[in-house]
């Protein structure tokens, strides 16, 4: 059975919109980097078209089972937090944004020397900041996820292909 034709000529449109809506979905992704630093935890949030996150609410929890939050705050301006929380163990972060954003990452601690001096501070800032563009370079669209994608909306297409080749025989 052929569809009428004024349903053959809506597929190419029908397939355009979603394929235009579906990057348009993955547009505002929420990014999380968090590490502890001593007696607090820091971090930022962003989008993964790398705007800063404003306003999104940032929790911290043990790594390990449900309890209660051990610290609560917003972002600010630059998307950036900085939490109050024994920074002794991982600790589970939680940033929750607007239209269900959600992101969580387990923060590890980074080893102060008691005492800082101006070396610790600037070795702990040149940390937070690597461990920023690593997360950016992870959260970024490569042209192998690309090519991968396509390759597998090929592969599904062949396969339907194929299967309706074998119910008209």
């Not at 089972?65 to 917003?74: F, K, R, V």
Request: proline content about 7%; glycine content about 10%; aromatic content about 2%.
């Amino acid at each position: 059975m052929t569809p009428p034709p004024l349903l053959r000529a809506l597929r190419p449109i029908a397939a355009t919109v979603l394929l235009l809506a579906a990057g348009a979905a993955c547009a505002h992704g929420l990014v999380l980097t968090a590490q502890g630093e001593g007696t607090h935890v820091s971090g930022q949030v962003r989008y993964s078209d790398n705007t800063p996150a404003v306003g999104i609410f940032v929790e911290v929890r043990a790594a390990e089972g449900d309890g209660p939050p051990l610290a609560e705050a917003s972002t600010d301006a630059e998307g950036r937090f900085r939490l109050p929380a024994p920074a002794t163990r991982p600790l589970r972060v939680i940033a929750e944004g607007e239209e269900g954003h959600r992101a969580e990452v387990v923060a590890h601690a980074v080893p102060l020397v008691v005492g800082g001096t101006a070396d610790t501070d600037a070795a702990v800032a040149t940390l937070r900041l690597l461990r920023e563009d690593i997360s950016r370079l992870e959260s970024r669209i490569r042209l192998q996820d690309i090519i991968g994608g396509i390759g597998y909306i090929v592969g599904i297409a062949g396969i339907a292909a194929w299967l309706a080749a074998r119910r008209r025989k």
